[in-house]
């Protein structure tokens, strides 16, 4: 694969890489609640060697009552701070899904207006099948001057997704999987509705990786977009359960130089719980 530090690299380049003394690693592991598995715990038994921990669910707007719905700038800076991670870092992070949560992160940071962070492309899996170094240990953290410049355009709330639903200004991409968007299967989050956003077209985000949790090469993510029905000339609205996986989308756009995209940081967590949102059913 071509390593990009804005938006992918592989185990290789971050092993070569792994010493020097500007790079900073973060596990971002998290998982659904019927997964059973805790993150945190899986970090702190064993992690690549000088990684944080970023707890999607704790560096997040905890006053909402929506699901790790993106943290203020300020949220942000102090405790990336407090990780020690700043201006002039470049920052790698992994998961244990493949890409899942890493790239929700990576999102995250791009939304403050942080560029050179890459998601490693297959995640922890990958480095610990390749026999790569592994840690228990926490980090020695020192606190690192950063600074943020929130970049509205990347995220999109439920009034202006609704006005782009109505108005079909932009492709929204819904990357859940198909009896979840078709509305043939619960939502794992109670009380939801079933269905998808009007005008919306799904494309699961498994179907941008391969078995083994890497992502696809640009032609072939090309092509994964444009089977699904989307018009990659277009702005695109990226959008999933809670956002996680939407990120992973976005991702992919940013691999196919697709720059015109936003995420709906709420998704269906938002717009299946309030019954005046319109949903669909069906493949389309």
């Known amino acids: 694969?071509?390593?990009?530090?804005?938006?992918?690299?592989?185990?290789?380049?971050?092993?070569?890489?792994?010493?020097?003394?500007?790079?900073?690693?973060?596990?971002?592991?998290?998982?659904?609640?019927?997964?059973?598995?805790?993150?945190?715990?899986?970090y702190a038994a064993g992690h690549i060697p000088g990684a944080r921990f970023f707890d999607i669910d704790q560096i997040a707007d905890?006053?909402?009552?929506?699901?790790?719905?993106?943290?203020?700038?300020?949220?942000?800076?102090?405790?990336?701070?407090?990780?020690?991670?700043?201006?002039?870092h470049q920052v790698v992070i992994y998961d244990r899904s493949g890409i899942r949560s890493a790239a929700r992160v990576?999102?995250?940071?791009r939304l403050m207006g942080k560029t050179d962070v890459a998601v490693l492309d297959g995640g922890f899996t990958k480095w610990v099948a390749e026999g790569r170094p592994v840690e228990d240990m926490p980090p020695i953290l020192r606190d690192r001057h950063m600074t943020a410049q929130r970049q509205a355009g990347l995220v999109?709330?439920?009034?202006?997704?609704?006005?782009?639903?109505?108005?079909?200004?932009?492709?929204?991409?819904d990357a859940r999987p198909g009896p979840r968007f078709r509305g043939e299967a619960a939502e794992p989050r109670a009380g939801l509705r079933s269905g998808h956003i009007p005008g919306a077209v799904n494309l699961p985000h498994s179907d941008l990786l391969r078995p083994d949790?890497?992502?696809?090469?640009?032609?072939?993510?090309?092509?994964?977009?444009?089977?699904?029905g989307v018009d990659l000339s277009r702005p695109i609205i990226t959008t999933c359960g809670s956002g996680v996986t939407a990120s992973v989308l976005a991702l992919a756009l940013e691999r196919v130089g697709q720059?015109?995209?936003?995420?709906?940081?709420?998704?269906?967590?938002?717009?299946?719980?309030?019954?005046?949102?319109?949903?669909?059913?069906?493949?389309?």
Request: charged fraction near 25%.
């Open 156 to 173: 999109r709330d439920a009034t202006q997704v609704a006005a782009a639903s109505k108005l079909g200004s932009h492709v929204i991409v």
């Open 259 to 284: 720059r015109d995209w936003s995420l709906y940081d709420g998704s269906w967590a938002e717009w299946g719980a309030f019954p005046d949102l319109k949903i669909a059913t069906g493949a389309a």
């Open 106 to 109: 990576w999102w995250t940071f």
């Open 213 to 228: 949790g890497t992502m696809l090469p640009p032609d072939e993510l090309r092509a994964a977009f444009e089977a699904a």
């Open 62 to 88: 905890t006053s909402s009552d929506l699901p790790h719905m993106a943290p203020s700038p300020e949220v942000f800076i102090s405790r990336l701070r407090a990780m020690g991670v700043g201006d002039g």
């Open 1 to 42: 694969m071509d390593d990009d530090p804005r938006t992918l690299v592989g185990t290789g380049w971050l092993a070569k890489h792994l010493s020097d003394p500007d790079l900073r690693v973060i596990d971002a592991s998290w998982f659904l609640p019927g997964e059973g598995r805790d993150g945190a715990a899986e």
